[in-house]
């Protein structure tokens, strides 16, 4: 019998090559949200995953330390989106870890408003597994530069471990305080009197009737009001706000998000605010409150931003900003009763005005402010700095980022809101082009989204990233079909 042999296809994988290194700067709530689902996600494309940051967890960053034992969340837990496909795994954790029990004052009508430190142990907890494994590498130092050598990422540590990366990921989150001028114009013993509120040392030395300043009256200067209570101060806090303007309180009920904002229609700032109030209108006719609406509009910012011209955002900017702050980042409300019933027996002053002057004497501090109505002085011991991150100049606050900019890795935004970057987190260089081996998240990377502070947000953004990353390591060893010889 004649037998003959045919050759038949075979498949053959492309020579493999190992998955790309990837490097994180920073381990707050961004930097750890982005590893885990780096560890997870990506276990046979990626190699390495390393993470840079000082702190001996990851995951809390400043806003979740361990030490804010006294300041809440500003979201209810089942609004908490802080895990992607896992919406409730920071209120199951919560219910499960027994956390309740020892916080019942986390529980309101309006919800559940857990403590900031809470949220951090919950993120310990979720990136805990990956680091004790090595999926994840923790190195726990600040990064001294960042430079390309060849065609790979060279970051090194301020204690001199260095690190080669494929795929380099700037995840340094919110800059310092803003200052006022006048605060760089004070002695050594009265800029000892002049704190960050998000500094450690910053209610060391304040006594339990000293009187206080706040310059801000943002969430962060309810945090204060939380804190001094939390203390037992008694003194009078005096809350200077430049505007006026309040952070609103949440409202009770459960109700959905309300309204449409997907319009493609809605490119300047005056369209989208007569959009807002339109809706606000036909809420309220139907017995649901405002809150519903931004909620709504949230879920659309980033859209909505994107369809603005550079002229239509200076405009939201400069005349909307502050109006839509208050009602998008709303009170806990624990916090919002502190300030009520500061208000209500005299211990909280709410000031309108510019911080312009600060003087001493053997009393303490005098602080001068201009307002529309004039100018005016009073007497304090302690001066808090409530004003919110300093976006501008962003690169300026990191000796390394400075170092990148020089070299034109990265660029600042010309509005003021932290670094260059295209809608999937691609740094932007000096020369306006994208790279696909640096990204920005978080914070930083408000340019592109508008707004990316809080957690559900920014957890939003870490998904898309990581699959981005991902979906181009597969695509680079993906398996091909080799015709046999004709």
């Known amino acids: 019998m004649l037998k003959i042999r045919m050759s038949s296809p075979r498949l053959q994988a492309q020579p493999t090559r190992p998955g790309p290194r990837i490097a994180i700067i920073g ?239 809605l490119t300047s700032a005056k369209k989208l605010l007569s959009k807002v109030r339109a809706t606000i209108r036909e809420a309220q006719a139907q017995g649901i409150p405002w809150q519903s609406v931004f909620d709504a509009l949230r879920q659309d910012a980033p859209s909505l931003w994107q369809a603005l011209p550079m002229r239509e955002r200076q405009k939201f900017l400069g005349r909307l900003r502050r109006w839509y702050d208050v009602h998008r980042y709303r009170m806990p409300p624990q916090g919002a009763a502190v300030l009520e019933l500061g208000i209500d027996t005299g211990r909280v002053r709410l000031e309108t005005g510019d911080l312009v002057s600060i003087t001493e004497d053997k009393q303490g501090l005098i602080a001068g402010l201009k307002s529309r109505a004039g100018s005016t002085e009073f007497r304090c011991r302690h001066i808090l700095l409530a004003t919110g991150p300093d976006f501008q100049d962003y690169a300026a606050h990191q000796r390394f980022l400075l170092g990148m900019l020089r070299d034109g890795f990265i660029q600042s935004d010309p509005l003021g809101l932290g670094l260059a970057c295209d809608f999937a987190g691609r740094a932007l260089t000096v020369a306006g082009t994208p790279d696909s081996t640096l990204f920005i998240a978080g914070p930083p990377a408000r340019p592109a989204f508008g707004e990316l502070t809080g957690v559900p947000e920014i957890a939003a953004q870490a998904a898309s990233l990581v699959d981005r990353i991902i979906g181009c390591c597969a695509r680079e060893t993906r398996t091909i079909v080799i015709s046999p010889p004709m």
């Open 27 to 265: 381990g707050g709530y961004t930097g750890a949200i982005i590893a885990k689902l780096l560890a997870e996600r990506g276990v046979r494309d990626i190699e390495e995953v390393t993470v840079f940051e000082p702190r001996e967890q990851l995951g809390c960053g400043l806003a979740y330390d361990g030490k804010n034992i006294d300041v809440r969340l500003n979201v209810a837990a089942h609004r908490m989106r802080a895990i992607p496909g896992s919406p409730t795994a920071f209120l199951d954790w919560l219910q499960i870890s027994g956390t309740l029990t020892v916080d019942p004052d986390a529980v309101t009508p309006e919800g559940i408003f857990a403590r900031r430190r809470d949220f951090g142990r919950f993120m310990r907890a979720q990136l805990a597994p990956h680091v004790e494994s090595g999926a994840i590498r923790h190195i726990r130092q600040a990064v001294r530069g960042g430079e390309r050598q060849s065609d790979q990422w060279r970051i090194s540590g301020a204690d001199g471990t260095t690190v080669l990366a494929d795929i380099l990921i700037l995840a340094t989150g919110h800059p310092p305080a803003s200052r006022p001028p006048v605060v760089d114009r004070l002695s050594a013993l009265a800029t000892s009197r002049v704190k960050d509120i998000l500094a450690a040392d910053a209610f060391n030395e304040i006594g339990k009737c000293d009187p206080v300043l706040i310059v801000g009256s943002g969430l962060t200067a309810i945090d204060a009001l939380c804190r001094l209570k939390a203390l037992g101060y008694t003194g009078t806090v005096n809350l200077l706000s430049r505007t006026g303007l309040m952070p609103r309180p949440h409202a009770g009920g459960g109700f959905s998000p309300f309204g449409d904002f997907s319009s493609t229609d």
